[in-house]
């Protein structure tokens, strides 16, 4: 046994486990567990991408300044107060290992993203877990939990996996309950999705004080997952403790180029909403229509819910359809067992899943 010890918490931590991407035996798989791009990424962020290759042997602009005036330009927002991550996982360990440590605790909702209690116990803090009402988070529930030792609250919106929002006026009154000194940390990688006029991600907020950070990705509508690009908006005193505990080169220029050109395409990710709404429209309905439970999703996924015991357990259909080359995502880690996950893929990806979630709903219904 070794006699180097990790700092106490660091073996509480479960690891954080990806989607599937491979069945034994099957050549073709259809992936759609981990809420990538449907129809992959912009052509001329893969354009980008291969003029870079040649740049390779040069480090990449530090400061991100061309990816971040370009959002600041794009969403409206001062470019000095938003700081680019590897991925927005990046930024939120960041936050924590910033504002949060030993005798801390970090609030997250029952059903919220896995990394943010992994973020906090690295970062020797103690998550807690409010609870949601019908899958959402409820303002009054993450507020009754907020004590003095509360040092972040981390709030996706809209929410993986359930899939359900807050509208702005209840994140306003959540920002609005808690103390100056608690840093309300709104997770938006999904809000390029939304289509509800009562949503915002979260920029009036930041705007308003000293305490809330919206933080995005280029993994989801943008299709960038493998390269690993994310940013923040944040108030000035916040954006200046991130570039203080950041690494100096943390984004690879790749990273940066494709970002861009993936941002100035507007036309491919309105494109890449329309699609989303239309299948996850049409997937719901399908799933729905077989008797399965599924809620609302304001993003590039829904969640399928089955019944708890019998035939039609979502083991089972995770099972059934991993037979078929269809992989999915069991959501029994996030405290949802009867429940899998579905990202919307492209047209003929998602009628194979509801083709082979037909079949299985009605040859284990027909089973002696």
């Known amino acids: ?3 180097l010890t990790p700092r106490p918490g660091i073996m509480d931590i479960q690891p954080y486990v990806g989607g599937e991407s491979k069945i034994p035996g099957v050549d073709r798989i259809i992936k759609l567990a981990s809420n990538e791009g449907a129809l992959g990424p912009s052509p001329a962020a893969q354009r980008a991408l291969e003029d870079e290759a040649s ?13 971040r005036h370009a959002l600041g330009a794009h969403w409206g927002l ?7 991550g590897a991925g927005s996982d990046e930024l939120l360990g960041l936050l924590c290992r910033a504002y949060a440590g030993p005798g801390d605790e970090v609030l997250y909702t029952q059903h919220g993203f896995l990394m943010y ?8 803090a103690t998550p807690v877990q409010a609870p949601e009402t019908n899958l959402t988070a409820d303002v009054d529930a993450l507020l009754a939990k907020v004590t003095d030792r509360t040092r972040i609250v981390f709030l996706a919106n809209p929410n993986n996996p359930t899939g359900t929002y807050l509208p702005a006026a209840e994140m306003k009154r959540l920002r609005d309950g808690l103390p100056a000194g608690v840093l309300l940390v709104i997770d938006a990688a999904y809000a390029e999705f939304m289509t509800r006029n009562d949503y915002s991600p979260g920029v009036e907020l930041v705007d308003a004080g000293e305490n809330v950070v919206m933080t995005r990705t280029f993994s989801k509508i943008y299709a960038l997952g493998a390269l690993r690009l994310g940013w923040a908006y944040c108030p ?11 690494n100096p080169f943390n984004v690879a ?8 050109a993936a941002l100035k395409d507007v036309a491919f990710t309105d494109q890449s909403r329309d699609h989303n709404t239309e299948w996850r429209a049409w997937t719901t309905d399908e799933c729905r229509a077989l008797g399965l439970e599924v809620p609302e999703s304001h993003g590039n996924f829904i969640l399928v819910r089955f019944p708890a015991s019998g035939p039609h357990t979502a083991e ?17 880690g996030y405290g949802l067992p009867e429940s899998l996950r579905v990202s919307i893929g492209a047209a003929d990806e998602m009628q194979a899943f509801v083709g082979a979630l037909t079949d299985f709903m009605t040859e284990t219904r027909a089973a002696p």
């Open 316 to 332: 089972a259909a995770d099972g059934f359809l991993k037979g078929r080359g269809i992989i999915v995502r069991r959501m029994a």
């Open 55 to 67: 740049h390779m042997h040069r480090y990449p602009d530090g400061s991100a300044h061309a990816l």
């Open 253 to 260: 220029a790749p990273s940066l180029a494709a970002g861009l």
């Open 1 to 3: 046994m070794s006699p």
């Open 117 to 124: 209690p992994i973020a906090a116990r690295t970062a020797g």
């Open 236 to 246: 000035a005193s916040v954006a200046d403790v991130l570039n203080r505990v950041r």
């Open 78 to 84: 001062d470019p000095e107060r938003i700081v680019c």
